[in-house]
């Protein structure tokens, strides 16, 4: 019977989820029950692509990129796949009519991933889009539940909260994508005397897309509005306490959140969405 196996797909999503991003989680497990696989399918493809770029580095990545990107079309098209993370990722796309753009820009936002380490304004720029902005698109597909009124009122704001959230986890892994892959996503930033200043200015940029991404938050259907709103209130307690760090501890430390603080952020952030107080 399919269904066991569309059942199982989704499973591995989910593990995946569970396994690469303790905070991601947490803000599934706050929306809807009915929204949690397909947002699991989302990020187990992701997170995959992410993977291939990122860490196989005993092996071939552009051939393993290539064949996933290959596959992922496959997938699309023939509604089926024997890769359970592609095959839940594809019912998504057919189901909320997922735009074959989405797909493409993320994964040529993962080739540059391959191909460049130092990124200028425009670079990165189209690099936020396609690692960050177009996936907080394909959620918002899911969220607004074929919608497309809703879906283009809510646009902008979902690209910018995907862009602060991607913003933000490049200045928490700032040292290990420097040192560990060669990278540098922040245009004009010398990584060998990174400066308050620069630093600084980062945090405004941030800080200016976070602004943008709330107003978007309080538009969103009941269903998703919770779940959104605790993945926002943890990644701006973290941007909030890297704020608070030198750039030189930046250099030599990553940033986290202990799992009782995101507890009481939880606790805290029910409270205000049940209140009505966001």
């Not at 992701?46 to 393993?64: G, M, Q, S, W, Y």
């Not at 023939?78 to 994964?107: C, D, G, H, W």
Request: glycine letters at 4%; charged letters at 25%; a positive charge.
């Amino acid at each position: 019977m399919k269904q066991l196996f569309d059942d199982v797909s989704v499973a591995c999503s989910k593990l995946t989820t569970r396994a690469y991003s303790s905070s991601f989680s947490l803000g599934i497990h706050c929306l809807d029950k009915k929204l949690h696989p397909h947002i699991y399918s989302i990020y187990g493809f992701v997170r995959f692509a992410d993977e291939i770029v990122d860490t196989f580095h005993d092996f071939n990545k552009p051939d393993l990129l290539r064949e996933f990107k290959e596959e992922t079309w496959k997938a699309i098209e023939r509604k089926i796949s024997l890769n359970p993370i592609l095959n839940s990722f594809q019912y998504v796309v057919n189901t909320y009519n997922i735009e074959a753009e989405l797909i493409e820009r993320f994964m040529e936002s993962m080739e540059t991933d391959l191909q460049q380490h130092e990124h200028s304004e425009d670079s990165y720029g189209r690099y936020i889009l396609g690692s960050a902005e177009v996936v907080g698109l394909m959620c918002l597909r899911v969220f607004t539940d074929n919608d497309d009124a809703l879906f283009r009122k809510l646009k902008t704001p979902a690209m910018k909260l995907g862009a602060a959230f991607q913003k933000v986890n490049f200045l928490r892994d700032l040292k290990s994508d420097y040192h560990a892959l060669g990278r540098v996503y922040f245009p004009g930033v010398d990584m060998h005397s990174f400066s308050e200043t620069e630093k600084i200015k980062i945090e405004h940029d941030i800080d200016k897309d976070f602004k943008e991404a709330y107003a978007g938050i309080l538009l969103m259907p009941k269903s998703s509005r919770f779940g959104v709103y605790m993945a926002y209130i943890y990644y701006k307690t973290l941007f909030n306490k890297i704020r608070s760090v030198p750039s030189a501890r930046i250099m030599m430390e990553r940033v986290r959140i202990s799992n009782r603080r995101k507890i009481g952020l939880l606790v805290t952030s029910y409270f205000k969405h049940s209140f009505s107080m966001l």
